[in-house]
């Protein structure tokens, strides 16, 4: 059984950084082969944030990039979010997700884990 587990969500302030991580374990490499971060504030839907392939090809939500980075260590089955210059809309809950085919929408990833809050503050 596929596990996926985030850390590294808090409360910052405006302008702060943040990194999360997600650890993938329980399978073999072929099912972490797309890893990707998704998030998702109170009364709105689940959105794509970023995502990347074994080779470490990376995707973004146009808003997302040149403030977010995502990367990953596929000898630790982890992959990271680098969250720099953080604001309030980026209040949310972050989810990863694993599948073994690209996609940015939620209903792609077969896999997710249990979420990791961020709080951005004023």
């Known amino acids: 059984q596929v596990q996926l587990v985030e850390s590294g969500g808090g409360l910052v302030q405006a302008g702060d950084s943040l990194r999360l991580s997600c650890t993938a374990s329980?399978?073999?490499?072929?099912?972490?082969?797309?890893m990707g971060w998704f998030r998702q504030a109170p009364g709105k839907e689940r959105e794509f944030v970023a995502a990347v392939n074994w080779s470490g090809t990376t995707h973004y939500a146009g808003s997302m990039r040149g403030r977010f980075t995502i990367s990953r260590d596929n000898a630790k089955n982890t992959v990271y979010l680098q969250m720099n210059s953080l604001e309030p809309e980026d209040t949310a809950v972050y989810y990863c997700?694993?599948?073994?085919?690209?996609?940015?929408?939620?209903?792609?990833?077969?896999?997710w884990g249990q979420g990791t809050q961020v709080t951005v503050s004023l």
């Open positions: 329980g399978s073999t490499y072929s099912t972490y082969y797309y």
């Open positions: 997700a694993a599948d073994s085919r690209q996609s940015t929408t939620p209903n792609g990833y077969r896999h």
